[in-house]
């Protein structure tokens, strides 16, 4: 079974300065996506950036980039000129691209990371 | 609907009671999952559904949890003899298809209270 771990409950970061957000996952497949979801208050789960497995290279949305050891099962988030709007909680996710054997592809998601952005 | 809609937003029960929270999800979407996030913790898996076909129930923590989607629109998660324990936020989430890259939307959830 997969398994996604996030070892930071808590980060705080300046405005306008970088932070970086941590994730580590366990699975036995080849392929794979991986995510980090955004969560305000509100609760809506919103996209943040998504990779592929088998893309070396690391995905980038504007501000927000990842750093994608797929050796290592390392998957962090850097957030660049964070600004006070970036403030929420942070989920990392896992899903399997296996579609046979009736595999759901649902998400399978990290404890979260909580940031805070400092005026 | 622009995105997914679930209601009601809040929910609070008495222990024992049934409570039925439901989903709109994005027109025209065939997969529907539910997912139960509890204080403090990531979202969890409970079901998944393929139009109105329930392909996967693996999460549903009790047989007290019963989902549905009668007519692969609108779903409900029934939750039977409520537990201070189903205490937790329902997320929904929809996407286009099951193969390949679909992203998942998800709605803003219903904070269930059990007293």
Redesign the interface.
């Known amino acids: 079974a997969q398994t996604?771990t996030?070892s930071q409950p808590e980060m705080s970061v300046q405005e306008a300065e970088t932070v970086t957000l941590s994730c580590t996952y366990d699975t036995s497949e080849s392929d794979y996506?991986l995510f980090w979801y955004k969560q305000p208050p509100?609760?809506?789960?919103?996209?943040v950036i998504?990779q592929?497995a088998y893309k070396q290279q690391n995905a980038t949305e504007n501000r927000f980039s990842v750093n994608f050891q797929k050796a290592a099962k390392s998957f962090s988030l850097k957030i660049s000129d964070s600004q006070l709007g970036d403030a929420a909680m942070y989920?990392c996710?896992y899903r399997s691209k296996r579609?046979y054997g009736?595999a759901?592809?649902?998400?399978?998601?990290?404890?979260?990371t909580l940031l805070a952005v400092q005026p | 609907g622009a995105g997914v809609s679930q209601s009601p937003r809040y929910k609070v029960a008495k222990r024992g009671q049934d409570v039925a929270l439901r989903c709109d999800p994005i027109s025209g979407h065939v997969s529907l999952f539910w997912y139960q996030q509890a204080l403090g913790q990531g979202p969890e898996f409970l079901t998944y559904f393929q139009n109105e076909a329930q392909l996967d129930k693996s999460g549903l923590p009790s047989d007290r949890f019963f989902a549905e989607r009668p007519e692969g629109s609108v779903s409900t998660l029934k939750i039977q003899r409520t537990q201070q324990e189903d205490s937790a936020v329902y997320l929904c989430a929809s996407s286009l298809a099951l193969t390949g890259y679909n992203e998942q939307f998800f709605g803003p959830g219903t904070r269930l209270t059990v007293l």
């Open positions: 996604v996030q996506y509100s609760r809506q789960m919103i996209l998504r592929e989920f996710a579609s009736g759901t592809n649902k998400l399978i998601f990290g404890t979260g």
